[in-house]
């Protein structure tokens, strides 16, 4: 029994003994840990979550694989710091300085990046989801192929920013400047970016469904086979802009100013250009089917051959078009004025020509092209009867 008693004493001592041993490095790991936080530090694969770490200096520091999910980091300067992999969840990060620093994979969802730099940072594949970045510095920072959903970017700054293949569906970026930015392959459908500076931005093959781009600019930009079906671009400017092969299904263009865009093999069908500015676009080989172009002005194109089934050209003005051999059946041009618009050959059945104005050019290629069931004022049968008079006068035959 005695030797009982003091196995269970030693055992006793032993447990207490590293219960104290614990408590000292439990209490002197922060104290470590705080050394430890300078430039240039090596904290690669800690566990740093929840601390306070605001307005400290880690510039160049190594702190990629680190949990830092829920540390406060506001004003800390992070320049050219590591943090690959890094979790930083729900971080505080107001106004940290991180420029060309590497978060690529790192995961910041629902981090407050509030008034942050991130200029020329590297941030591939990167989480963002729900991230607050208002007013943040991201000129030139890499954020291709990060996710960005439901993320915050109001007044950011996104000056040559590359966000290739980033998921932005449904981001709210308003009045944003995007400004010579690399969004191509990027999927920002159901976005609101109205206002937004994109001139000489890159946006090839850009998902932009449902997007509202109303007023926003878009001078120059490269938007080759983008899909804007059923996009809002009410008085937004596309003046210059490259739509080749653009799918526009639907869209909204009512007043957009687009003087000498390319819309070469654009898809437009259904779309609204009503009082749109086409001065000089290009419009060879588009699809406009359905499309609505009152009160355009039409000038110089090559539209030859172009389907404009059921479209409506009311109270437009067309000078110089060639639309030989055009699909024009069930379009209305009502009150249009015509000015030696090339016709011959077009497929205007089922048209209504009421109450046009035209040229002799025009009459005289209006009396080759297919006008069967359509609707004609009185004077443009008087003259067409009088074309046909005369050539019957004159056959041989």
Not at 165 to 180: E, F, M, R, S, T
Request: aromatic share 4%; net charge negative.
């Amino acid at each position: 029994m005695k030797i009982d008693s003091l196995v269970m004493h030693a055992l006793g001592t032993l447990m207490l003994s590293i219960l104290m041993a614990a408590c000292c490095i439990a209490a002197a790991q922060p104290q470590n840990l705080s050394s430890k936080m300078t430039d240039r530090a090596d904290l690669a694969d800690l566990d740093l979550t929840r601390m306070n770490l605001a307005d400290m200096h880690l510039n160049q520091s190594n702190l990629s694989g680190a949990n830092l999910s829920g540390s406060n980091l506001s004003g800390t300067f992070m320049r050219s710091a590591w943090l690959l992999d890094s979790q930083l969840q729900g971080t505080k990060m107001a106004k940290v300085d991180l420029t060309g620093a590497v978060l690529s994979g790192a995961n910041l969802a629902g981090a407050d990046l509030s008034e942050a730099v991130l200029a020329y940072s590297q941030m591939s594949n990167a989480i963002l989801n729900n991230a607050i970045l208002k007013k943040t510095d991201l000129t030139e920072a890499d954020l291709s192929d990060a996710n960005l959903s439901d993320a915050d970017l109001t007044d950011a700054r996104l000056f040559r920013t590359d966000l290739s293949g980033a998921n932005l569906k449904g981001i709210y970026l308003i009045g944003a400047n995007l400004i010579g930015a690399h969004v191509s392959w990027a999927d920002l459908s159901e976005s609101y970016l109205s206002k937004g500076q994109f001139s000489r931005s890159e946006l090839y093959s850009t998902n932009l469904h449902g997007a509202d781009l109303s007023e926003a600019d878009f001078t120059r930009a490269y938007l080759m086979s983008a899909n804007l079906t059923g996009a809002n671009l009410k008085w937004t400017s596309l003046s210059y802009a490259d739509l080749t092969e653009a799918k526009l299904m639907g869209a909204n263009l009512n007043s957009a100013k687009m003087p000498y865009a390319d819309l070469t093999r654009a898809n437009l069908t259904g779309a609204d250009l009503t009082d749109a500015d086409l001065n000089s676009a290009r419009l060879a080989g588009a699809v406009l089917c359905k499309v609505k172009l009152d009160r355009v002005r039409l000038s110089e194109m090559d539209l030859r051959g172009v389907d404009l089934t059921d479209s409506s050209l009311r109270s437009s003005i067309l000078v110089l078009v060639y639309l030989a051999n055009a699909k024009m059946n069930g379009a209305d041009l009502r009150d249009a004025t015509l000015d030696r618009v090339e016709m011959t050959g077009a497929d205007l059945a089922g048209a209504n020509l009421e109450r046009i104005k035209y040229d002799q050019f025009t009459l005289y290629s209006l009396s080759d092209a297919n006008l069967d069931g359509a609707k004609i004022s009185d004077d443009l049968k008087a003259d067409l009867s009088r074309i046909k008079e005369v050539a019957k006068a004159g056959s041989p035959c």
